[in-house]
Nanobody, 122 residues
Framework: QVQLGESGGGSVQAGGSLRLSCTTS????????MGWFRQSPGKERELVAA????????LYGDSVKGRFTISRDNARNTASLQMNSLKPEDTAVYYC???????????????WGQGTQVTVSS
């Protein structure tokens, strides 16, 4: 069993930066791909970024390419999302997820955190 916990959310003005962290407990963290997803009211959950178990490959949602960077530290069982040049449309609850999936809709990710709110004001 893997448990995930997000931190680092908050409120920021447009153009600012935040860094989200996902801390995991349980074994086999390094076996899983890690993903960050987000969801805002009335909208579908969408992929923000994902990274393979070994950190070699990454995948980004079109709306965040060039602004967000995903990384992981398998020795510390953590994954991070550096978010720069934030826009009001980035406002959402951000979730980290772990699993063998490599999908944009979240299917194949077996473990999810509770989410952390990110609010970007104009």
């Amino acid at each position: 069993q893997v448990q995930l916990g997000e931190s680092g959310g908050g409120s920021v003005q447009a153009g600012g930066s935040l860094r989200l962290s996902c801390t995991t407990s349980g074994r086999f963290f390094s076996n899983y791909a890690m993903g960050w997803f987000r969801q805002s009211p009335g909208k579908e959950r969408e992929l923000v970024a994902a990274i393979t178990w070994n950190g070699i490959s990454t995948l980004y949602g079109d709306s965040v390419k060039g602004r967000f960077t995903i990384s992981r530290d398998n020795a510390r069982n953590t994954a991070s999302l550096q978010m720069n040049s934030l826009k009001p449309e980035d406002t959402a609850v951000y979730y980290c997820a772990a699993g063998y999936g490599w999908t944009k809709d979240g299917s194949g990710y077996d473990y999810w955190g509770q989410g952390t709110q990110v609010t970007v004001s104009s």
